[in-house]
């Protein structure tokens, strides 16, 4: 061998060494890297977790936000509003925070399951401080409030042992790394005084090759694997029409086997009616190669060994292998998709054609959508309704309660129903029946509001005709015994609250009896309207006259302070039953004759108190009618 030969051996066999030992180093190097990359990762983990579950514990927990609350309810003290608000803002914070270290689905669930019971926690304080504002006691309010804390203790509970469990599973794959790294330098150092230029080159070209191989055989693999995880059917076809690859999809949705479907002319995928067409538009594609979908109008139907056919469609993609053209289609089954459109024109045609009014927001509360019935009950428009919101038909029957409760049903249950008065385009109001739902998308978030409404003008109208029935004497439109028995318990409740008092007058004709014998009932009806005109006109406004039966009448006097302003309301009512009625045989002489009790001095509830009256009202016709009398100067004879 020659000294240029043997230089050249040298310097290969020393630049060989040079690379082995630089590979060994940079090898090492990153191995020890990567150890220290994975513990600081580990300990920048463990201690941001950590610190967020001791923030969340301390804030949220029987120290922190839950503590506050519950004594807020107990004591109802404003001092601990701040406390309650800062550990609430805290949580929140803390929670986010454990969210972006959060690395499986587990831990996600978890923190979804805390935030929810903490959302809930917010929702029940701000719901507590309307209580207390309204005066309830603390246990009315903690009934109301009460939440169940089962799932946050369970997610506190899950993060914690996850992050035990996370510390342990780092720990061990760390130690794992560094034992790997002091093997390697091991076996360097063990290798390194044997490498020989043979060898080494062997072991160079031998692992480039295998890495080669490797990195081929992945690259394939992962082909492979994409093409048999696409949803879509994928076929490979030649110039000739002959099916030369398939993916699983495809199999599945044709019920062919690979051998029966590989060699197959592609035509034979199509009903018989359609192969001809399908083979010009092959050729057509071969002809001129360009990658493009093929007519999504629903045209291209596909038949099944079983000779079931269905509307397909297909992108179409070309290669080359060997030299050879090849086209790639990827195929969709649409039949769903066509059904789905169809059901979809049949709910747009259900929509417009109901005859129930229908109303669609979007979570904004912003109208996107209303058909034909809803623009006849508003009196407005599809352009005039158009991104307004349903406040523009607000009657201003309601407060703004009563709108806050619709919303907070909806996000409770995401369903309300109830009476809303709207306000018509010509400025009537008109009362529906009102049905909102909340539609949610697939991850549970409000989208749209869908609200039908149902004209209820007539059915008020019979519920007034009926009220007015049930409460009122049809002859003289006085309020009648039931309505009269419900506003003097009303006034005797608000006497007992505002320390006055209340006087029960019954009124009785003398000598109607006579009228009704003499003229007739028509006159008796004509004698009691008036009677009826003459009683509302003596009494004041927050007053009642009302018609208990015959020519029985009662008043109820209300919220007096004085009980001598009782005598001058009952000489005026006296003083006014003094009616003359013609009659042939001579003028009849009608008068009234009233008794008198009082709250709370002659009766405790509405019985006792017309009783009572009705016995002051004998008392008297007895000293001579034409007169009144109270209670209170006959009990003693009475008792």
Same mark, same amino acid.
């Given at each position: 061998m020659s000294l240029r030969s043997k230089i050249i051996a040298i310097t290969m066999i020393a630049t060989l060494l040079m690379a082995s030992l630089v590979f060994f180093g940079f090898e090492t190097k990153s191995r020890i890297l990567s150890v220290e990359a994975q513990w600081h990762d580990f300990n920048q983990y463990a201690a941001k977790s950590n610190y967020a579950l001791a923030r969340i514990s301390t804030h949220f927990g029987y120290g922190g936000f839950i503590h506050y609350f519950k004594n807020y309810i107990l004591h109802q003290t404003d001092d601990l509003l701040p406390k309650i608000d800062e550990n609430l803002h805290e949580t929140y914070h803390a929670i986010e925070e454990y969210r972006s270290l959060s690395r499986s689905d587990e831990e996600t669930q978890a923190l979804e399951n805390l935030l929810h019971v903490v959302n809930i926690y917010r929702s029940k304080y701000k719901f507590a401080r309307k209580l207390i504002a309204e005066g309830n006691t603390p246990r009315e309010v903690e009934i109301h409030v009460q939440v169940n804390d089962t799932p946050a203790l369970t997610a506190i509970d899950f993060l914690t042992r996850n992050a035990l469990e996370q510390s342990r599973k780092r720990e061990r794959e760390t130690s794992m790394k560094l034992a790997s790294a002091i093997s390697f330098i091991e076996l360097g150092? $063990? $290798?390194?005084?044997?490498?020989?230029?043979?060898?080494?080159?062997?072991?160079?070209?031998?692992?480039?090759?295998?890495?080669?191989?490797?990195?081929?055989?992945?690259?394939?693999?992962?082909?492979?694997?994409?093409?048999?995880?696409?949803p879509d059917a994928w076929l490979i076809v030649d110039s000739g029409g002959?099916?030369?690859?398939?993916?699983?999809?495809?199999?599945?949705?044709?019920?062919?086997?690979?051998e029966e479907m590989l060699g197959k002319r592609v035509e034979a995928l199509m009903p018989p009616r359609l192969r001809h067409q399908h083979v010009d538009q092959r050729k057509s594609f071969f002809s001129n190669l360009m990658s493009r979908p093929i007519d999504k109008s629903g045209d291209l139907i596909a038949i099944s060994k079983d000779g079931r056919e269905f509307p397909v469609e297909i992108s179409l993609s070309h290669t080359r292998n060997n030299g050879t053209s090849l086209a790639i289609a990827a195929m969709r089954d649409v039949s769903k998709k066509r059904k789905a459109e169809q059901r979809l024109r049949l709910t747009q045609q259900v929509f417009e054609i109901t005859a129930e009014p229908i $109303?669609?927001?979007?979570?904004?509360?912003?109208? $996107?959508?209303?058909?034909?019935a809803f623009c006849r009950l508003t009196g407005y428009s599809r352009e005039e309704l158009m991104a307004q919101t349903p406040a523009m038909l607000s009657s201003g029957r309601h407060d703004e309660t009563f709108y806050q409760s619709i919303w907070e049903s909806l996000e409770n249950s995401d369903h309300w129903q109830g009476e809303v008065w709207n306000r018509h385009k010509d400025g009537e109001a008109c009362p529906s029946l009102v049905t909102i739902s909340s539609v949610k998308n697939h991850t549970g978030q409000t989208t749209h509001f869908v609200a039908t409404y149902s004209d209820i003008s007539s059915l008020k109208e019979n519920e007034d005709r009926l009220e007015l029935l049930a409460h009122f004497d049809q002859l003289t439109s006085l309020p009648n015994r039931m309505l009269f028995h419900d506003r003097l318990r009303g006034a005797r409740a608000r006497a007992h609250r505002n320390q006055t008092i209340v006087a029960v007058m019954y009124v009785d004709l003398d000598g109607f009896k006579a009228v009704n014998d003499t003229l007739g009932h028509a006159a008796g009806d004509q004698l009691l309207g008036k009677v009826a005109a003459q009683l509302r006109a003596c009494v004041r406004e927050d007053d009642t006259v009302a018609r208990l039966g015959g020519d029985e009448f009662a008043v109820l006097f209300n919220g007096l302070e004085d009980a001598a302003l009782i005598e001058q309301l009952a000489e005026r009512i006296v003083d006014s039953l003094n009616i003359t009625v013609d009659c042939d045989s001579g003028p009849l002489q009608v008068s009234g004759s009233a008794g008198i009790s009082i709250y709370p001095l002659d009766g405790e509830n509405e019985e006792s108190l017309l009783e009572r009256a009705d016995q002051a009202m004998y008392e008297a016709k007895r000293r001579g009618k034409h007169q009144y009398c109270f209670y209170r100067d006959i009990k003693n004879n009475l008792g």
């Open positions: 150092a $063990l $290798l390194i005084p044997l490498i020989a230029l043979v060898a080494g080159l062997l072991i160079i070209f031998i692992r480039r090759i295998m890495e080669a191989n490797q990195k081929t055989t992945a690259a394939r693999a992962y082909a492979e694997s994409l093409v048999e995880a696409a002959y099916i030369c690859g398939v993916n699983a999809r495809t199999l599945s949705m044709f019920g062919y086997s690979q $109303l669609i927001t979007d979570s904004e509360k912003r109208i $996107l959508d209303m058909n034909d």
